[in-house]
């Protein structure tokens, strides 16, 4: 990966100068993952979060999105 994972949400932030790309996408959700684990927050959080209404992703997406946060998750078990 040419990314390395974000520590914190500044980190994630700092991604959005950054050109879009899969790896970016993967960075940002395993930064994302990485951060609520160590708040201590579960997956079940995480993904009611993700599930939860957003103008930006329909809810098809939002459920698409869902499925790889917990494949992120379970790879950091």
Do not use: C, H
Not at 58 to 69: D, E, P, Y
């Amino acid at each position: 990966m040419n990314y390395p994972i974000p520590d914190s949400p500044q980190d994630i932030l700092a991604l959005q100068q950054k050109p879009v790309d899969e790896e970016l996408v993967a960075a940002a959700i395993a930064g994302v993952v990485k951060i609520v684990r160590a708040q201590g927050q579960s997956l079940e959080e995480l993904t009611n979060q993700v599930l939860a209404d957003d103008p930006m992703l329909n809810k098809q997406q939002r459920r698409w999105l869902s499925q790889l946060v917990a494949q992120a998750w379970e790879s950091f078990s």
